[in-house]
């Protein structure tokens, strides 16, 4: 169940133990898989999904408490990291800077700010065309539609078609569209859905093609990645 937009103070950090998070901020989309954080400065709306087996923590951290990415992201999380959350779950928020639960939090705040970022997102845009076309990617991703197509749909020229997508998203029409694929694959896969399931899911003829994509995409086929996760 996805969460309306909203926004805090403070910066959320939720780290996903099992399955996956789906975050969505202003012109983009940010996935976080097993053993991985998504960061939401403060006073940035967003709303956030939740895979059904997913186990995950919270964590508010106050502006300027540590040096944080400016931007939303997702972290990579070191097993120390994983560890002293789930630590500083079971104990009250209350707490002083001198106290041993204050020096954990510095601890922890320390190996926060210099987690690695994963590209793990697909940039959006509020143009009502974009708009359109990431809709009916989303809601069907097996949709094989073409640019010159979506152009015929929307009453523009292929030229001016890829340039508006590549102008709002950073990336050309085929690249953004296997993002998105990269994306739900990822989430999906969390969830438990065999790598045929996903393949098919997504509109690929083989499952070697799917492979392919993933592998060339994060470096190792998605058997792979998920173990490396474990």
């Not at 790598?195 to 993933?214: D, H, K, P, R």
Request: glycine share 4%.
């Amino acid at each position: 169940m996805e969460r309306l937009l909203h926004k805090h103070r403070k910066g959320q950090l939720i780290l996903a133990l099992r399955g996956a998070v789906t975050c969505r901020v202003p012109q983009a989309i940010w996935l976080v898989p097993p053993q991985h954080a998504v960061w939401i400065p403060g006073a940035t709306s967003h709303s956030c999904s939740a895979t059904v087996n997913a186990d995950t923590y919270f964590l508010f951290i106050e502006p300027n408490a540590a040096a944080m990415p400016d931007k939303c992201c997702t972290l990579s999380i070191t097993p120390l990291v994983r560890e002293l959350i789930r630590y500083l779950a079971d104990l009250e928020p209350a707490y002083l800077t001198n106290e041993p639960t204050g020096r954990v939090i510095t601890v922890l705040l320390e190996h926060l700010a210099s987690a690695t970022i994963e590209k793990l997102h697909l940039p959006t845009s509020d143009n009502p065309k974009i708009r359109q076309i990431s809709d009916a990617l989303i809601a069907d991703p097996s949709d094989r539609t073409t640019l010159r197509q979506w152009s015929e749909k929307l009453a523009t020229s292929e030229r001016s078609l890829a340039r508006l997508v590549e102008n709002s998203t950073g990336l050309t029409f085929g690249r953004w569209r296997r993002q998105l694929h990269l994306m739900i694959a990822l989430s999906q896969l969390a969830e438990g859905h065999s790598v045929q399931n996903v393949a098919g899911n997504l509109g690929y003829e083989s499952v070697n093609a799917f492979i392919t994509m993933f592998t060339k995409a994060l470096g190792k086929s998605p058997t792979q990645y998920f173990a490396s996760l474990q």
